[in-house]
């Protein structure tokens, strides 16, 4: 028997030569002439995450809303796998959305609300009852699939919501506050759930958040958005390590900041700050000598909140700046104004001017 020669594997296209799933260039808009998005910039990598994370009026659901092809922007421009999509309406740009409050049919059972896109795109039935019970067994619902959604829990409506948006295989699926109508309980499995199903399809996603853990837990990139500008778009690994900017640190609510005008010695300086993570400030052993690389200095209890995981204390820093220190539950208590000397290692400090 002649054998057949392998055929050499395939060569994985360049970096260079496969468009991201998603870029926006130049994003403008106004609205009521307020500038909401102000030229901005974001690409999203083929099976990427990337959390939108802002407060209330930043305008990260108005960047979204725009992708999606429910608001057009004054300028710049989006695109979809290399396809400018920016007149196309929001029918024609092949984006799955999740909102907030489900937005479920509720005449229909959990089943039909699954098969309803793909009917609607002209699928044929059998095709959409086999991507139905597909999605039915990824989100574990097979024994509610005749339920309507009013039947359901929150969590599992929401689950429902978000095989709906999967059903017609998106080119991008985006997510507004999906997760932050449920209760802590519900909320904190099914984002993780989220995540797991998101790696196993390789399913590309912008998501909207006002909270930090969600975002960081969630995305593969965080765009810090102030103003209608994203600030910084960087890994969670890189945010904790290097905000771009101060602004970015106090909204991270990670980091302590110390004036470097109210310190001494070599850590004086005339304007600016210096920034540590919050895990990053200890008290000081008395018995050790400080090391000649640490920053030390005297600080005042002036309250402690016990968490779940750990004891938050409030202190009073240097030139009456409030600072955080963690310390855990079974550590000595500590009377409200008491004096401590604490200490930060020089590796985790890091400068920023104003």
């Not at 209330?56 to 989006?78: E, F, H, P, V, Y």
């Not at 396809?83 to 929001?90: E, G």
């Not at 597909?134 to 689950?159: T, W």
Request: net charge neutral; aromatic share 6%; charged share 25%.
């Amino acid at each position: 028997m002649t054998s057949i020669p392998a055929s050499p594997p395939p060569q994985s296209p360049s970096p260079s030569a496969t468009p991201p799933q998603l870029s926006v260039q130049g994003a403008k808009l106004s609205l009521g002439g307020r500038p909401v998005l102000r030229d901005i910039d974001l690409t999203l990598a083929r099976g990427e995450v990337v959390a939108l994370l802002g407060a209330s009026g930043c305008g990260k659901t108005t960047l979204l809303r725009s992708i999606a092809g429910l608001q057009a922007l004054d300028a710049g421009r989006i695109a979809l796998s290399g396809q400018d999509v920016s007149v196309l309406p929001a029918r024609q740009r092949d984006i799955g959305m999740v909102f907030q409050h489900y937005a479920l049919f509720p005449n229909l059972s959990v089943r039909e609300n699954i098969r309803f896109g793909p009917l609607a795109r002209g699928e044929e039935p059998a095709k959409a009852d086999e991507r139905a019970d597909e999605l039915l067994a990824l989100i574990d619902l097979q024994a509610q699939a005749d339920r309507l959604p009013q039947a359901l829990s929150g969590g599992q409506r929401q689950r429902v919501a978000l095989a709906r948006a999967l059903a017609t295989r998106p080119t991008l699926l985006l997510m507004d506050e999906p997760f932050s109508a449920l209760d802590e309980h519900f909320r904190l499995p099914l984002r993780r759930q989220f995540r797991q199903l998101q790696r196993e399809l390789g399913q590309s996603c912008v998501i909207v958040t006002h909270d930090r853990e969600e975002a960081f837990e969630l995305a593969d990139r965080v765009a810090v958005m102030f103003d209608g500008v994203i600030a910084q778009c960087a890994s969670p690994r890189e945010l904790r390590r290097a905000p771009a900017n101060l602004r970015v640190a106090d909204f991270l609510g990670m980091f302590n900041r110390l004036d470097a005008t109210a310190l001494d010695g070599a850590w004086r300086r005339d304007t600016g700050h210096w920034i540590a993570p919050v895990e990053a400030l200890t008290v000081a052993d008395a018995i050790r000598p400080g090391a000649a690389d640490a920053l030390r200095f005297s600080g005042s209890l002036r309250a402690s909140y016990p968490g779940q995981q750990r004891v938050a204390w409030e202190l009073d820093g240097p030139g009456g700046q409030v600072l955080t220190l963690w310390r855990r539950h079974e550590e000595a208590e500590v009377a409200p104004g008491t004096v401590l000397t604490l200490e930060i290692a020089e590796p985790a400090l890091r400068w920023l001017a104003e």
